[in-house]
């Protein structure tokens, strides 16, 4: 399969905590994109990063990216419970169009 | 608001049936993508098109499905005839044309879930 791999499965936490989701890729990249995911509903965009950024903020999103490793992070500060949705990373081939989607980490934000 | 839209937004039919789903991309959008997405197997690419061309259908069962873009707005997969594997979520995105160092995102439709008995 040439999907990237997430971890952890799935997460929870207390609203107020911070949440770490980690994927790992298998190809080089040119961008990296988190996307999230609420039950029911479509993917929605929330963050890209360059290949040549080690990390960009958005908000209450923090993205890192080591190439080296081949892994990116997500980390979500102060997570409330609105958070709670499944966070896909995805990755982008090169010669296509294409992006390649993590399997995702499934979010659980307690009151 | 922009934004990509998918009809049914629910099916239920029964095995043997043709089910064709539709979707709108973005106007002004040259990609459109249709994804699958099921508990088991994650969200996989089905087919996708750029300029209404097909650029990749490899990852759709040819015997059954096809897809096509008869204009600009519309979008459309068809099953015939459908099965009770072919039960998922079926998304929709589309994408921007690109420029530079094109950031390749999608934005998806609500999707269309499909069920078939």
């Known amino acids: 399969s040439q999907q990237g791999e997430e971890d952890p499965q799935a997460l929870s936490i207390q609203e107020g905590e911070n949440a770490t989701m980690n994927c790992s890729y298998k190809?080089?990249?040119?961008?990296l994109q988190w996307y999230r995911q609420n039950s029911g509903r479509g993917l929605v965009h929330l963050i890209l990063i360059r290949s040549n950024e080690r990390e960009k903020h958005s908000g209450r999103l923090r993205v890192t990216l080591d190439t080296s490793k081949k892994s990116s992070s997500l980390l979500i500060t102060a997570s409330r419970a609105a958070d709670t949705a499944s966070y896909f990373c995805a990755t982008d081939d090169d010669n296509t169009d294409k992006l390649i989607f993590g399997t995702g980490t499934r979010l659980q934000v307690f009151p | 608001d922009a934004r990509v839209t998918q009809t049914p937004r629910h099916k239920v039919t029964e095995m043997g049936q043709e089910v064709t789903m539709r979707c709108q991309p973005i106007?002004?959008?040259?990609?459109v993508f249709w994804y699958r997405q099921t508990m088991m197997q994650g969200l996989e690419l089905l087919a996708y098109f750029r300029n209404r061309a097909p650029l990749d259908d490899s990852g759709m069962p040819k015997d059954r499905f096809s897809a096509e873009m008869p204009d600009a707005t519309l979008a459309t997969l068809k099953i015939q005839p459908s099965e009770p594997r072919d039960s998922a979520v079926y998304f929709c995105?589309?994408?921007?044309?690109?420029?530079?160092?094109?950031?390749?995102?999608?934005?998806f439709g609500p999707g269309t879930r499909l069920l078939v008995l």
């Open positions: 995105a589309s994408g921007a044309p690109e420029s530079g160092r094109a950031s390749k995102t999608q934005y």
């Open positions: 190809t080089s990249i040119n961008n």
């Open positions: 106007l002004g959008h040259n990609t």
